[in-house]
């Protein structure tokens, strides 16, 4: 039977290539200062065994000697310095340190990853939900080839975040909301230079009642895909009047993006305490 | 057929159904409803760089047209052989330009109106690069202008006066 770390380059690749040569003295997924008391023949899984894979079988209390009960091992480390620098970088590259402010009086409320922007307008209610969460769009460059002279650092893309929103408008005393589902354009390969879309679109329209927290579904859903154009027009001068126009899509797009960035800076600070567990 | 507007800039807020109205009167005005046709608004950066690209000139401007149908005689109505050929082709406004430019006095729709004349009439083959040209056109927007005239009540003047 063949030693399981001589196995270990072929499962995990380069990556592991990659972090033995941060830390080339120590076998990757030994615990730090403990010396393997086992040959690594006796190291694999055998099927229908009842042992647990020895290399992940917890040695008692850490064995880097914290004392916390949980796993560190090299990998860890590695893990937690490459999210410090990461973290680091990030915070560099930071475009608002505080979320970016909307014109017209919206007020922002925060819950995680949702947002909402409020206003009043004269006996009206409009509130404008979105989510961060899978809001950057992929980047279809990655597979370019380096122009001559240029280096791959230039070619990474500033990322956007331009999540789906939804307007709700309340006219004051009624329990029946209009709800709008609003896109932004999905950019398609080959189309950078040609782009025409207008810079928001209305996917769906709907009336919910205020009091449900659900969408229902079995309310009549209009969708724009074959409407009318003349109706979708007068929709889109609907939203300009309340002022959700292309403006207000711009700065949605910043407040998005910095929250976002926001988010998963710290979500990395999270990633790296949970890793490091010390 | 379809009117498909777009809408790609921000710097001049925009009645989208009242300026499809306007258009659609002009297309009715020409006598070519039946065609597709695409408008698309922009600001002075957006036609200045097509400006640059299509016509070398480095400058925003008003209006310009991208015919689908090249190489037709002023004034010819196409006469394809499949549906999706009846397509006029593309005017980009230059909203920002006209907003800039529309006097106290003017209206800025009936601006709009006058300048997407003035574009539909370039998707017809009309020119204006001669003053022979130049005279055909004149006539065909003010023919335009006069039966747009006689719904609205509006007096709007070509926007080809005093080209030559």
Same mark, same amino acid.
């Given at each position: ?19 033995? %040569? %941060? ?13 393997? %008391?086992? !040959?690594?023949?006796?190291? *694999? ?7 647990? !894979? ?25 893990? +937690? ?87 709700? +408008? ?47 579904? $079995? ?54 305490? &949970?890793?490091?567990?010390? | ?57 480095? $400058? !925003?401007?008003?209006?310009?047209? &991208? ?76 023919? %335009? ?8 009540? $509006?007096?709007?003047? !070509?926007? *080809?006066?005093?080209?030559?």
């Amino acid at each position: 039977m063949l030693p399981l770390l001589r196995c270990v380059p072929r499962v995990l690749g380069t990556a592991v290539a990659g972090i033995r %040569a %941060a830390a080339p003295s120590l076998p990757l997924l030994q615990p730090a200062s403990r010396p393997c %008391a086992r !040959p690594f023949g006796l190291l *694999s899984v055998r099927a229908g065994s009842v042992q647990l !894979p020895g290399l992940l079988r917890p040695w008692g209390p850490c064995g880097c000697g914290c004392g916390c009960g949980g796993l560190h091992t090299e990998g860890d480390k590695a893990f +937690v310095e490459f999210l410090k620098d990461e973290i680091k970088e990030e915070k560099k590259i930071q475009k608002y340190k505080s979320l970016p402010k909307m014109s017209g009086g919206w007020e922002l409320e925060v819950n995680g990853t949702e947002a909402k922007l409020l206003r009043k307008v004269a006996g009206e209610k409009v509130t404008v939900t979105f989510n961060i969460n899978n809001s950057i769009p992929p980047a279809y460059n990655g597979e370019e080839e380096p122009s001559e002279g240029q280096k791959v650092e230039e070619q990474e893309p500033e990322l956007t975040s331009t999540p789906n929103f939804v307007v709700e +408008v309340v006219k004051d005393g009624s329990n029946k909301a209009l709800v709008l589902d609003c896109h932004y354009p999905e950019d398609e390969i080959g189309q950078e230079e040609e782009d025409q879309s207008d810079i928001f679109s209305i996917k769906e329209v709907s009336f919910q009642s205020t009091g449900d927290s659900d969408w229902k579904d $079995t309310n009549y859903t209009l969708s724009t895909d074959s409407l009318d154009w003349g109706l979708y027009d007068h929709l889109m001068d609907f939203l300009a009047d309340r002022g959700v126009d292309n403006t207000f899509a711009d700065e949605l797009v910043e407040l998005s993006t910095a929250l976002e960035h926001q988010e998963y800076i710290t979500f990395l600070e999270d990633l790296k305490g &949970f890793v490091k567990s010390q | 057929m379809s009117l498909v507007l777009r809408n790609l800039q921000r710097a001049v807020p925009l009645r989208r159904a009242r300026l499809r109205e306007k258009v659609q009167a002009a297309r009715r005005a020409l006598g070519v409803q039946r065609f597709d046709l695409g408008v698309v608004c922009v600001d002075n950066r957006k036609i200045q760089q097509i400006n640059r690209i299509y016509r070398d000139k480095n $400058t !925003p401007t008003d209006v310009l047209s &991208f015919p689908f149908h090249e190489n037709l005689k002023a004034g010819e109505i196409p006469q394809p052989d499949f549906p999706d050929d009846y397509n006029l082709g593309d005017i980009f406004l230059g909203v920002e330009y006209i907003f800039q430019h529309c006097q106290e006095n003017e209206d800025y729709y009936d601006i709009l109106t006058v300048t997407a004349i003035h574009g539909l009439c370039h998707l017809l083959g009309f020119t204006h690069s001669t003053e022979a040209e130049w005279r055909k056109m004149y006539q065909k927007e003010k023919q %335009a202008l006069e039966e747009l005239s006689g719904h609205t009540g $509006t007096r709007l003047q !070509p926007l *080809s006066r005093g080209l030559f």
